[in-house]
């Protein structure tokens, strides 16, 4: 059954496009009443959030959105957004769309106005094929939080309240792909079978922080990287120049750099690992507001290192390497030389996310250093 073609919805609620300022700041607002009674939400800075769903946002240039707030009465109750992405249909298919930026309190009505609308603005737009939430890509926070609701999200992590897989599950969407979060311990003991693997390669492998005189030609190495890495991946969409050039300045200002690491094989780049301190233990106190003086806050945390935990969100291996003990050891060894920094800065725990459900090799790694499974996400598609 096609589910968009009916609407079991009251006229009690409406569903409006945002379409100047005033609509967008209700639209960025939202959340703040549907995590009202959830400890473990964390807000987002609402400058970031202004910027983010601005022109100059460099995911534009190859994608059109609409944004969307349910009302009951004159009550913001939910938002939604649509977006195609010429990038994904290059890839995918000239029919595929997605949704996201997806919050509303627990009420089947609202969340079947809000899928039917985004539903319709795809379907006017050529899409037979919905996927999301995506925020706006694959490369952004995407997937719905369905195990781990017990703890807050790290940084640049989403996080849902618990019936938004079984609303979205009622409005026809089928689960497509699970996006696992694994929590680790940075003083873990390095496994005998690595021990033997470090052994035979670390004389071709030379680990080095980023250049930061060469900020700009680093970046391109991580984005060359990043982009051959993930080729192969479920859902993989390639970072544009711009796209890695923007996330390279909110790293420049905001990364040491001992949190960012190149690995090279015979003197060629082929490994890589970002890692960031978690923000939102300093952000869960700012009620997404920078200023007046929480800024001031946010430099003496990141100018000092003042976190306990940190997130590795960027993270590859060039696939000419995949599956092979060596491809193996780089793995491990961006993940174990920069640890040592964390822990002498009082950092103890890291998660690494997101790992795709069936990346075998990667999780069975994790594993062997003790590292959990501790969230899980979930991606939901739907024929049109």
């Known amino acids: 059954m096609n589910e968009k073609s009916s609407l079991p919805i009251t006229a009690a609620i409406t569903v409006h496009p945002v379409t100047n300022r005033h609509e967008l700041r209700t639209f960025i607002d939202i959340p703040w009443r549907v995590y009202s009674d959830d400890p473990m939400w964390v807000p987002p800075l609402r400058l970031e959030r202004r910027l983010h769903f601005s022109k100059f946002n460099p995911y534009f240039k190859h994608a059109e959105w609409q944004a969307w707030i349910a009302y009951r009465g004159n009550l ?31 009420d089947t009505e609202v969340f079947a106005a809000l899928t039917y609308t985004a539903e319709s603005w795809l379907s006017e737009r050529n899409t037979k094929y919905v996927s999301g939430p995506f925020n706006f890509s694959i490369n952004q926070e995407c997937g719905v939080l369905v195990d781990g609701f017990d703890t807050p999200p790290m940084v640049m992590m989403p996080h849902s309240p618990k019936w938004y897989g079984r609303l ?56 060359d990287i990043f982009n051959d890495a993930w080729s192969d991946n479920w859902g ?16 420049r200002i905001l990364l040491r750099d001992e949190y960012m690491w190149i690995a090279e094989v015979d ?50 291996v060039r696939k000419q390497f ?32 997101w790992i795709l459900e069936d990346n075998i090799a990667m999780r069975t790694m994790l594993n062997s250093i003790g590292s959990k499974e501790y969230k899980r996400y979930r991606i939901y598609g739907k024929k049109l």
Do not use: C
């Open 267 to 316: 003197g060629v780049p082929a490994a890589f690992l970002v890692a960031i301190p978690n923000l939102n233990e300093i952000f869960a106190k700012f009620n997404g507001n920078l200023f007046p003086n929480n800024w001031l806050r946010l430099y003496k945390h990141v100018k000092y290192s003042e976190f306990s935990s940190i997130r590795v969100p960027l993270m590859g």
């Open 168 to 223: 979205l599950e009622e409005r026809g969407y089928q689960p497509l792909k699970d996006l696992l979060a694994y929590w680790v311990n940075l003083d873990f003991k390095v496994p005998q079978f690595m021990r033997t693997l470090l052994g035979k390669f670390s004389s071709r492998i030379h680990l080095r922080m980023i250049r930061r005189n060469q900020f700009k030609a680093e970046m391109e190495i991580l984005r």
């Open 76 to 106: 913001p109750v939910g938002r939604i957004s649509a977006q195609i992405d010429q990038l994904h249909r290059q890839r995918y298919g000239a029919d595929t769309g997605h949704f996201g930026l997806l919050e509303s309190v627990e």
């Open 322 to 353: 995949r599956n092979t003990p060596l491809g193996i050891t780089l793995a491990f060894m961006v993940i174990d030389v920069p640890r040592q920094r964390p822990l002498a800065m009082g950092i103890r725990e890291a998660e690494l996310s």
């Open 236 to 251: 993989f969409i390639p970072f544009t120049e711009a796209e890695f050039s923007e996330l390279g300045s909110v790293f």
